[in-house]
């Protein structure tokens, strides 16, 4: 199967990445869903779920994350990226927001993810990348410093929105070498989307103009090293194939 390769602007990345998902979701008439690392924020509301009449479980590794969702969704507490982990039941579509980049073993959890996916279901993620400067401080510097920066930044609710540790494996724009290294657990890749730009430095106008004046160029001359968000839509493969 050959990669779809695009690029795009952050403005647009998480509109487009929650189509993307309730097109598939009607595209492909998929009825079991599950939301890896959703806590306390899934990313389908219960209106919609309601309303396209799918079955849809968050999974967390974190209990307490999950108590703060809502109640009428179905909730699973697990390590997804964990040898060990198993779920009883398969799902049609899974994915993630925001999430890969805090797992270290990042290539178990893919692993994991394509176990118990339905014959040729679907997975996707979106996360943040490495070598946006952001996030590249985010990870070289320590947790203390890292969270009082984003307290500077970008301030959040800290009871709905927990700051965790980032590792970014796997965590880049769309590279050869990883689709190769998806194609590897038994993925098709179907498309990978980089986005560029972020709104880190609204604070500051001089660097804010400075670092919209290089998103606009990177989106004339794009390279997949220098994204800022990405996300990837993954087939499961046949076993025919």
């Avoid at 009082?148 to 540790?165: G, M, N, T």
Wanted: glycine share 4%; with cysteine; proline share 3%.
């Amino acid at each position: 199967m050959k990669t779809i390769i695009r690029y795009g602007k952050y403005e647009d990345s998480a509109q487009e990445f929650e189509n993307i998902l309730k097109d598939t979701i009607a595209q492909y008439g998929y009825k079991n869903i599950l939301d890896v690392g959703a806590g306390a924020n899934p990313a389908l509301n219960e209106n919609f779920i309601r309303c396209a009449e799918i079955d849809y479980t968050i999974l967390d590794i974190s209990e307490a994350q999950l108590q703060k969702a809502p109640k009428n969704y179905h909730k699973i507490v697990a390590d997804a990226a964990s040898p060990n982990f198993i779920v009883d039941k398969k799902f049609d579509l899974v994915f993630s927001r925001m999430v890969v980049g805090h797992i270290k073993e990042v290539e178990q959890f893919h692993k994991n993810m394509q176990k118990i996916l339905t014959e040729e279901g679907m997975a996707i993620h979106f996360f943040s990348t490495l070598y946006s400067f952001p996030f590249f401080v985010n990870y070289i510097l320590h947790e203390k410093i890292t969270n009082k920066l984003l307290d500077i930044f970008a301030p959040r609710d800290k009871y709905k929105h927990a700051k965790l540790p980032a590792y970014y494996n796997w965590c880049r724009g769309p590279l050869l070498s990883l689709i190769r290294k998806y194609n590897s657990l038994g993925y098709d890749v179907v498309e990978y989307v980089g986005y560029f730009g972020h709104d880190y430095y609204e604070k500051f106008k001089f660097i804010n103009e400075l670092h919209k004046i290089n998103t606009r160029y990177l989106l004339i001359k794009p390279s997949a090293l220098l994204t800022s968000y990405a996300f990837v839509i993954l087939k499961k493969k046949s076993e025919e194939t």
